[in-house]
Every structure is written in C-alpha cells, then in structure tokens.
C-alpha cells in the first residue's frame, strides 16, 4: 500500500499562487486514481481536482476550474496541484488522496479513496 505526504502549503496574500505536492511512498501511483481535496473549518470536505485510475483524464470542481491544475510526474510518485488567482476562500487544508477502486463517476466523492495523507495547510490572506 501507498503512504501519501502533501507539502507546499503556507499563507499567501489573494492573487498569488502556489504549488502542492504529493509524495508516495511504498510504491507508485501507476492504476491509483488520485485526487486533491480540501476541508475548511465547519465545512464539508469538497473536491478540489482528481486523476482517473488510467491517468488520462483530469477532474476539476467546479470552484476551481480555470485557476487549480493537477499535474504528476512521469515516475507517478508525485502528483501536484498548482493553484492560480488564490482567494480567500480557496482556504483550507488541503489532503491527497488514491484509490484503486474509484470509477470516474466517483471521482469527486472522498469516501472511495482508500489512501490518505496528513494534509497541508493553505491559507489566502491579506
């Protein structure tokens, strides 16, 4: 099984940028589909973006389309979530997620992912 570790949060001002990663561990990502989500306090957790189990299609909530791109690398260690035009209430803790058994109808739905990390702080302040 897979251990997940996200990096690269922090606090920034609304417009800025920033990228986080997800590091696995303890084998690859290849036939996991893997997907960004995030919880703000007293909040649900929401769908941020998310890979199909083949890699070949990308998913995007709907509050980020057009600003938030997932990307991985070509080891498929890592996964990425590179976050445009911040705002403020893009924040949240952001937490990777995978899954061998989630179908693409799924996608957006955190009960199907197996796998977790310990989550990132990210915070958009002025």
């Known amino acids: 099984q897979v251990q997940l570790v996200e990096s690269g949060g922090g606090l920034v001002q609304p417009g800025a940028s920033l990228r986080l990663s997800c590091t696995a561990s303890?084998?690859?990502?290849?036939?996991?589909?893997t997907a960004w989500f995030r919880q703000a306090p007293g909040k649900e957790r929401e769908f941020v973006a998310g890979f199909s189990r083949n890699g070949g299609y990308t998913y995007y909530g709907d509050s980020v389309k057009g600003r938030f791109i997932i990307s991985r690398d070509s080891g498929k260690t890592t996964v990425y979530l590179q976050m445009n035009s911040l705002k403020p209430e893009d924040t949240a803790v952001y937490s990777c997620?995978?899954?061998?058994?989630?179908?693409?109808?799924?996608?957006?739905?955190?009960?199907?992912?197996?796998?977790w990390g310990q989550g990132t702080q990210v915070t958009v302040s002025s």
């Open positions: 303890g084998g690859t990502l290849s036939g996991y589909a």
């Open positions: 997620a995978a899954g061998r058994g989630v179908i693409t109808s799924s996608i957006g739905n955190h009960e199907q992912y197996a796998y």
